[in-house]
C-alpha cells in the first residue's frame, strides 16, 4: 500500500493524489480545493445509501432462497411473481412516458453501428479501439477467414488478392449498387459536375443507382483520391492508386475500401480491466486522461521498427459542390465505471472504511473528461470526442430502479460539483442483472433525462440468473442456455422495452460480444441477427470484426426496422421468469465430466492471467483450442455454473478438484511458449491464481450475486504482495 495523504477528511494514496493534482485538474476548470471538498462531501453523503442497496441485495436474495427451499418443485409462476412483488423484487410498472437526454451525439442516437469496449488500462488496446472509427475491409478480408480460408503464409498472394477483391465490390453491389452495372465492370471513376461518374469498360458513363449516397471526395474532380459514399448513415471509403500493389491489380485502380466501423467504444474501466489498488486506478484514469487530451500515444515495435501509435487525426473532404468538410477519425468515447459492488483502498473515509470505486470513477472519470468539452463559462474543450457536449459514462451492474437513480442522484452530485450543466453526463444502463430485466421499463425512467444506452449480456445475466436461482434445482448446461426461454426473451424484451420508451432516435440499444476473434466467417454469417432483432449496436472483439460486422447495417436499416416493431407485442414477463432449471438431470458421467472440464478449463485460464499478469480481458484458448474473449462476466457464468452443480450434487467437490488438477496441466500447456508465465500444476498448493480460482466455484454460492471480483481482488493483492 502507498503511502497516505489526510486531506479533506479523506486518506487518499500518494500515486492517486499526485495524480488528480498534477495531472487531472490542471486546466479542467476545477480547482483542488473543490474537487477534493466535493469528493469527501459526496463519498460520506452517498457511501451510506449505497450501503444499504446492496444489503438489500443481500436481504432479497435470502428471501429468494428461503422461498426455493419451502416450494420445491417446478415453479408456479403466478404465485412466484405475486411473491417477487411482495418482497419488492418485481415493482409494478408505472404510466407511460419517453426518455428525453438533450445534446446526444449522432453516433448514439441516430446512426446504427458496431461498438467497441476494450480495458482502458491497456493504452495500446484503447488507441486501437479509438482509431477503429476507420478499418480497411481488404486487411479484414484478407487476414482473417471472412471469405471461408485463412491466407496462407509467406508473402502477398495474388489470387487471394484478387479473391478480396472480387468479394468487396460483390459488397459495394449490395451497399451502394449502380445503375445497370456491376462494380467489377468499372474501369474509371472520377466526378462530374456533383455526382460520381463511373465509366464501364464499354467506355459507357454512368453514376449510383442512388445518386444521393454520393458524399464527397479527396483530390481532384477528373482523378480523385479518394471517393465518399454513405448506405444507411455509414460511411465508405473507396481508395483509389493505380501505382500500389493491390491498385495495379484492379481495372478501377481501386487500391482498398475504407469502412466506417465502431462508431462507438466503451473505455472499459471495469470487467475488463485487473485494477485492485491506487496504481492500478491511476494507470486506468491516466489512459482516459489521455483521450480526453488527445495526446494519449504508445511505442510498439512492428516488423523490426519501433512506431509510435497515438489518435487519428478527422477527415477531410469535398463535398458535391467542393466545400470543405470532415469527418471524425475516431470513435465516439463512452467510459464504463465500475459498479456499486466494489470498493478500493486508494481512499479511505474519516471512519478509515474504503471508498466505494464508483463513486470514485464517477467523479474522477467526468473531471477527466471536462478537458473535452470544457466546463462552461470557465474552460473550453476540445470537442473532439463529444462534439455535442455531452460525457457518457457505462453504469454496470445496477440491480433494480432503486440503484439506477441512486447512479443519476451520483451523477446530479457530480455535476453540481463541477458547476456543469445538469445532465451533461449521460447514462447508460447495462440490463445484466435479473432484477434490472424484469423492472427495465421503471430503471430506465429513473434515469430518463439521462439514458443513451442500454444493452443486453448474455453472460453476467445468465450468471446473475444462476446465482439468484441457485436454491431452485440444478441449472441446464451452459451451452444449452441460449436456447431456453427466458434468454430469447430477455433478448426481446430489452429491445421491446426500449423502444416503448422511445430510444429510438435518441439512444443505443445495443447486443452482446462476438466472442470468437479469430472465427470471421461465422460472425458475418450470424451476427446481422443483432440489427435485424431491432439493435442500433452490438459488441464485437476487434477492430477488423467491427469492419466486418458494419456491413450487416449496410444490410438493415435498423431506424426503420425499430420504428415497425414498435407496436409488436412485448415479450412475455412469465418466459423471462421461467427459470433455466434441468426437468430431470439424467446426464451420462461423461457428460458431466465433459461440461465440468469446459467450464474450469475457462475459468484457470482467465484467472492465472488475471492474478498473475493483471490482465483482465484477453484471448484466451477454450478447452479445443479456440480462441474466446474473456473478462469478468464469461468467468460469472462458468464459476457459478459448476457451484451450482456441486451445490445441487451432480459431481462432487473431489470430483470438482480433479478436474482443477487436471485442467491446470492443460492451461499450463496452452501457455508453455510464454516465458513470463509461472505454472500453476507444479505446486498447486502455492500457485495463488490456482487457489483463487478454485475459491470462485467452491465458494460461489456465498459470493454476493455470484460476482467474482471480491475473490479476485483479494488474490491479486496477495499475489502482488508476495511479489514485491
Avoid at 445441487?648 to 500447456?669: N, P, R, Y
Wanted: with cysteine; aromatic share 6%.
Amino acid at each position: 500500500m502507498s503511502e497516505m495523504i489526510s486531506i479533506a477528511n479523506l486518506k487518499v494514496a500518494s500515486s492517486l493524489f499526485q495524480f488528480i493534482e498534477n495531472e487531472a485538474l490542471p486546466d479542467s476548470g476545477v480547482s483542488p480545493t473543490t474537487f477534493w471538498e466535493n469528493l469527501s462531501q459526496i463519498l460520506h453523503d452517498m457511501t451510506p445509501r449505497n450501503e444499504e442497496l446492496l444489503a438489500k441485495r443481500e436481504e432479497l436474495q435470502a428471501k429468494i432462497d428461503v422461498w426455493h427451499k419451502e416450494n420445491s418443485g417446478p415453479v408456479d409462476l403466478e404465485t412466484y411473481k405475486a411473491f417477487l412483488t411482495e418482497i419488492g423484487y418485481l415493482i409494478p410498472e408505472g404510466e407511460k412516458f419517453e426518455i428525453s437526454p438533450e445534446n446526444v451525439d449522432p453516433e448514439i442516437a441516430v446512426i446504427a453501428g458496431p461498438q467497441l469496449v476494450v480495458p482502458v488500462m491497456n493504452a495500446r488496446y484503447a488507441l486501437n479501439a479509438a482509431n477503429a472509427r476507420w478499418g480497411s475491409l481488404y486487411d479484414a478480408l484478407y487476414g482473417t477467414d471472412a471469405m471461408g480460408s485463412l491466407p496462407s503464409s509467406g508473402g502477398f498472394n495474388s489470387v487471394r488478392g484478387a479473391e478480396v477483391i472480387a468479394f468487396a465490390k460483390s459488397k459495394l453491389d449490395e451497399a451502394v449498387p449502380l445503375d445497370q452495372a456491376k462494380w467489377a465492370d468499372v474501369k474509371d471513376i472520377s466526378v462530374f459536375g456533383s455526382s460520381l461518374a463511373v465509366i464501364l469498360e464499354n467506355d459507357d458513363i454512368i453514376g449510383l443507382l442512388n445518386p444521393m449516397q454520393f458524399i464527397g471526395y479527396v483530390g481532384e474532380t477528373e482523378s480523385p483520391d479518394k471517393v465518399l459514399l454513405s448506405k444507411n448513415g455509414l460511411h465508405l471509403e473507396i481508395v483509389l492508386d493505380r501505382e500500389s500493389r493491390i491498385g495495379k491489380m484492379d481495372r478501377a485502380g481501386i487500391s482498398d475500401i475504407n469502412m466506417e466501423s465502431a462508431l462507438t467504444t466503451i473505455m472499459d474501466c471495469e470487467d475488463s480491466v485487473a485494477a485492485v489498488d491506487a496504481d492500478d486506478k491511476v494507470t486506468v484514469y491516466r489512459n482516459w486522461l489521455g483521450l480526453m487530451l488527445g495526446n494519449l500515444n504508445t511505442k510498439l515495435e512492428k516488423a523490426g521498427k519501433v512506431i509510435t501509435r497515438s489518435l487519428n487525426a478527422d477527415r477531410k473532404y469535398l463535398d458535391a459542390q467542393g466545400e470543405e468538410f470532415s469527418l471524425s477519425g475516431r470513435s465516439l468515447m463512452l467510459v464504463r465505471n465500475v459498479g456499486h459492488l466494489m470498493t478500493n483502498p486508494a481512499v479511505q473515509l474519516e471512519n478509515g472504511r474504503e471508498a466505494p470505486e464508483g463513486i470514485l470513477d464517477a467523479m474522477i472519470t467526468v473531471l477527466i473528461a471536462l478537458h473535452d468539452i470544457g466546463l462552461s463559462g470557465v474552460t473550453s474543450g476540445r470537442n473532439a470526442n463529444s462534439r455535442e457536449g455531452s460525457i457518457y459514462v457505462v453504469k454496470p451492474k445496477m440491480h433494480g430502479p432503486e440503484e439506477v437513480s441512486f447512479a443519476d442522484e451520483l451523477f446530479t452530485k457530480v455535476e453540481a460539483a463541477y458547476g456543469m450543466e445538469p445532465n451533461t453526463i449521460k447514462m447508460g444502463i447495462m440490463d445484466e442483472e435479473r432484477r434490472t430485466t424484469v423492472n427495465l421499463k421503471e430503471c430506465i425512467r429513473a434515469a430518463k433525462k439521462r439514458v443513451c444506452f442500454i444493452n443486453t449480456g448474455f453472460l453476467d445475466r445468465t450468471g446473475d440468473e444462476i446465482h439468484t436461482s441457485m436454491e431452485a434445482g440444478p441449472m441446464v448446461r451452459k451451452g444449452d442456455m441460449k436456447s431456453t426461454a427466458w434468454i430469447n426473451a430477455y433478448e426481446d424484451w430489452n429491445v421491446d422495452i426500449g423502444l416503448e420508451c422511445s430510444l429510438r432516435g435518441q439512444a443505443q440499444i445495443g447486443k452482446g460480444m462476438w466472442a470468437m476473434p479469430d472465427l470471421m466467417e461465422a460472425m458475418l454469417q450470424q451476427k446481422a441477427s443483432h440489427p435485424k432483432a431491432g439493435a442500433n449496436t452490438a459488441w464485437v472483439p476487434s477492430p477488423t470484426a467491427a469492419t466486418l460486422h458494419a456491413l450487416h447495417y449496410h444490410q438493415v436499416n435498423v431506424p426503420n426496422l425499430q420504428e415497425s416493431l414498435e407496436n409488436r407485442e412485448r415479450a412475455g414477463l412469465d418466459a423471462i421468469l421461467t427459470i433455466p432449471v434441468a426437468d430431470s438431470p439424467n446426464w451420462s458421467p461423461s457428460e458431466i465430466q465433459e461440461e465440468l472440464e469446459n467450464n474450469i478449463q475457462g475459468i484457470l485460464g482467465y484467472v492465472v492471467r488475471w492474478i498473475d499478469n493483471g490482465v483482465g480481458c484477453s484471448k484466451v484458448p477454450d478447452i479445443n483450442n479456440v480462441g474466446l474473449m474473456e473478462d469478468r462476466a464469461t468467468l460469472r457464468i462458468s464459476s457459478q455454473h459448476v457451484a451450482n452443480w456441486l451445490y445441487h450434487g451432480i459431481c462432487t467437490k473431489e470430483q470438482v478438484l480433479k478436474v482443477f488438477e487436471k485442467m491446470a496441466k492443460v492451461v499450463d500447456e496452452q501457455n508453455s511458449s510464454d516465458a513470463s508465465y509461472r505454472p500453476m500444476s507444479l505446486n498447486l498448493e502455492k500457485s495463488i491464481a490456482y487457489q483463487a480460482a478454485c475459491d470462485l466455484v467452491l465458494k460461489g454460492r456465498e459470493q454476493p450475486s455470484g460476482y467474482t471480483e471480491p475473490l479476485l481482488h483479494s488474490y491479486r493483492l496477495l499475489f502482488k504482495k508476495d511479489i514485491h
